[in-house]
C-alpha cells in the first residue's frame, strides 16, 4: 500500500511562517504531481500548489507570493514553506500525490491532514 503522512501544522500568529512535509511511502515505482489541498471550516477543499516531476509549480492566486512548493524526488517528500500567513489561511492541509505503485497501478493518493491556525 501507500501511505501519505503530513507534518509541522500548529498554532501561528499572523504574519508567522510554517513549513510542513509530506513523507510518501510503500510500493512506490514513481510520483508525478504531488500537491497540498486545503479545507477551512464550512468550505470546499481547495488546491493551495502543485509540483510536477521536473519542478514546474501551480499555485492559487491567494497564496501567491507568500507560500512554496518544493519536493525532495529522493525522498519521495513535498514541502509547504508558508510566510506572511493570514488569519484566512486557517485550515486543514492536505497532501496530494499522482503515484504509479511498482505493480503499475496508477493512483491519487490524499493525506490525514494537518491543521494550520493562524491567529494571535
Partial sequence: QVQLVESGGGLVQPGGSLRLSCAASGRIFTIN???WY????????????TITSGGSTNYADSVKGRFTVSRDNAKNTVYLQMNSLKPEDT??????????????????????????????
Fill in 91 to 120: 485550515a486543514v492541509y492536505y497532501c496530494n500525490a499522482d503515484i504509479l505503485k511498482t505493480n503499475l497501478a496508477r493512483g491519487d493518493y490524499w493525506g490525514k491532514g494537518t491543521l494550520v491556525t493562524v491567529s494571535s
Fill in 33 to 35: 504531481a504531488m500537491g
Fill in 38 to 49: 486545503r479545507q477551512a471550516p464550512g468550505k470546499q477543499r481547495e488546491l493551495v500548489a
